[in-house]
């Protein structure tokens, strides 16, 4: 959304704004990073800031307590070299990990790695040892860094004139007092960041989370796009204030990168967006000490950031033409029309390891393609409830912006 808010903007307005942005350096003293890549890689992280919040505010929003000098959101965002797609991928911050060796800014003394929880990176050593971590877990060079708080969120939702989405069911969460009705609803800052950080809506807990948090980011990017802001200067500067107000950013990231970024995104739409979150293998992964985290599927997760590092998509559209060659598919697939998802979804959860793919016009018969990996079907397939919390997390494959924002 910076480069978006920076597509229509004169360049002394943004060095204006650039000065005035927090800096720090990530990216000091790494070595044996990964190879860089085409394309851009930033890794945006959601901190705390609650102290910044009003009084008012924290107790409207339910911001109570002591900020966790955590990180709240970790996503990786790749912008392709011609500039024509972002890729998002949400990484949990509960991710088992092992945190590299480092020097404990508190102490001075050199820790050893040891597993961690991926969030505590943070606490333990900073952006740096966060930017460390996400490239051991990832293979990904980092090129940015952009660190974000609740009140530079709430500001750039305000100043959009609020954020539309789409709920199939009522969403209450008193734990964060989101209490959003079926249909849509327009969201204000407030209510938008009760909406991204509510975690207990569902079985999915935190993986429910960060498929609203993709979601959001998709509808915000539509607002953007579609209600002409762009084309005016003094609607951008205010945008660009409001993002910008509360962030830190490594040192490179500087004015010249973001009105390149801005004039080559000028034409961006939902469409250019896609997103994912990370395969997961077990959302319940017991560590001494840690209690429970959530394990990468290594041979998905690799798939997946091996397409960000050769800067092809991770959601491509299946037109399914007669002419087309058909590979034989190594993961099991349920073809269906997005008109029956909630069935679809309850027949994935049957056939753990399965791969939604929506199939337009289809009708109401679901098809199942069984996967080279898929070798008993007896054994293979697994009773669903109607509150199993598998099934009520959405489908994690790949998904364009325009396919989750609201009709």
Known sequence: MLVLATS??????????????????????LSSRPGTTEGMNILLVGTDGRDKITPAERDRYHLGGEPCHCTDTVMMVHLSADRSRASVVSLPRDSYTEVPEHTDPATGRRRPAHPQKLNAAYAEGGPGLTVRTVEHMTGVHLDHYLEVDFTSFMKTVDVLGGVQVCT????????????????????NGGEALQYVRSRHLDGASD?????????????????????????????????????????????????????????????????????????????NYRVRNLGSTVKWDETKAEQLFRAIREDRPIAARHSGGADEATPVEPQTIVGYDPRWDRSAKSLATALPGSELRQVPNQGPVLTVTLGTTFTNPTKGVHKVRPQDPQQTGAETRPIKGDEVVCP
Do not use: C, W
């Open 8 to 29: 229509g903007i004169g360049h002394a307005v943004v060095t204006g704004i650039d000065d005035g942005i927090d800096r720090v350096d990530p990216f000091g003293g």
């Open 168 to 187: 199939a069911r009522p969403l209450k969460d008193d734990y964060s007092g989101l209490d959003l009705p079926a249909g849509t609803s327009n969201l």
């Open 207 to 283: 993986l429910g989370r960060m498929q609203r948090q993709q979601k959001f980011l998709a509808s915000l990017i539509r607002q953007a796009t579609s209600s002409g802001m762009l084309l005016n200067p003094m609607k951008v500067r205010d945008l660009a204030s409001a993002m910008l107000g509360s962030v830190r950013a490594d040192r490179g990231f500087g004015t010249t990168d973001i009105l390149a970024l801005g004039q080559a995104m000028k034409d961006f739409t939902p469409a250019s967006s896609e997103f994912a979150s990370v395969p997961i293998s077990d959302v």
